[in-house]
């Protein structure tokens, strides 16, 4: 294992009766890294945070986390994990303190003890460390959550879709704070189907049926999409995928918002004749501008050569 490296998997594999949940993946996270696991759900990324955190035993493959093997050595490892499992999993009739001095207690030592650490996330619920966490909104939840994936001072911290079901302002916010964390020296692992928040992270695995596409810096997989991307608006939005998809230069054409995303089999085609075409077919207020590619375009062009 490279010195620098804080996680290494090696052809992991695992399967569910004949359910392929991940076939053969191998990747690493250097130490101090923000590294993203993005796609859909049943991509496959519950059940590789579950071999990273020891909670389930690969079919085959090896997994080691700061040096030690997720399965053999898994009493150590769990000293130095932090893991925040993707549904809310704290004790829901404890209050906000009892719930981090329980977590505090478990790894033998205080909130106040490292209290530093996560002053920034728990000062933002501390107001309300009398009320259940039950009871608690969705992004107090995740603080909450986050705070007590943190009081023990983990060398690693797992994130298995941390943002899923929380307001956008939630979201930015949570972002905001790996960001913090990252540069306190904590290796983060995080994932997310958010494909936006890719940019995020210093690099991602974009990951499919259990499968890794492709594993590279935002910017690079971005620059790698290889085909002019054209963004198309008209007031039926419904219709104009349609035709476009009819298109005769039409390559791919999908839904983001409320523009269509077209990429083209002819680069000589220009913007005129795809205004022409839609004219003819009676669209209108129709808007064409090309755009750099986004990290879903980028995914939505692997599925397709896979």
Not at 116 to 141: N, W
Not at 184 to 189: A, L, R
Request: hydrophobic share 40%; with cysteine; net charge neutral.
């Amino acid at each position: 294992m490279s010195s620098n490296s804080s996680i290494q998997a090696g052809h992991i594999t695992k399967k569910y009766g004949e359910k392929v949940a991940l076939d053969d993946i191998s990747f690493e996270v250097a130490k101090g890294e923000l590294f993203g696991f993005i796609g859909p759900d049943g991509a496959g990324k519950t059940t590789l945070f579950r071999i990273i955190t020891s909670l389930l035993i690969p079919d085959a493959g090896s997994m080691t986390v700061e040096g030690l093997d997720s399965v053999t050595d898994y009493v150590k490892l769990r000293k130095i994990l932090g893991y925040m499992p993707g549904r809310f999993s704290l004790y829901q009739d404890l209050t906000v303190e009892e719930n981090l001095r329980f977590f505090a207690g478990i790894f033998k030592t205080t909130p106040e003890a490292n209290y530093e650490l996560v002053k920034d996330i728990y000062s933002q619920i501390e107001p309300f460390k009398k009320r259940k966490a039950g009871k608690l909104s969705g992004g107090m939840k995740q603080k909450l959550a986050l705070s007590c994936a943190l009081i023990h001072r983990p060398e690693v911290l797992i994130l298995d879709e941390p943002t899923t079901g929380v307001d956008a302002v939630s979201r930015i916010e949570f972002w905001e704070m790996l960001d913090k964390l990252r540069k306190s020296g904590i290796t983060i692992v995080v994932s997310t189907p958010y494909m936006d928040e890719a940019s995020r992270c210093d690099r991602v695995a974009l990951i499919q049926n259990g499968k890794i596409m492709s594993i590279d810096t935002p910017g690079a997989i971005r620059n790698n999409y290889g085909q002019a991307l054209w963004a198309v608006k008209a007031d039926d939005i419904y219709r104009l995928l349609v035709d476009l998809r009819h298109f005769k230069a039409c390559r791919t054409a999908f839904p983001f918002g409320e523009h269509i995303h077209l990429s083209l089999s002819d680069a000589s085609v220009k913007p005129a004749e795809i205004a022409a075409y839609l004219k003819a077919a009676n669209h209108l207020n129709v808007e064409i501008t090309q755009i750099e590619p986004s990290i879903e375009d980028c995914f939505m062009e692997m599925m397709r050569a896979v």
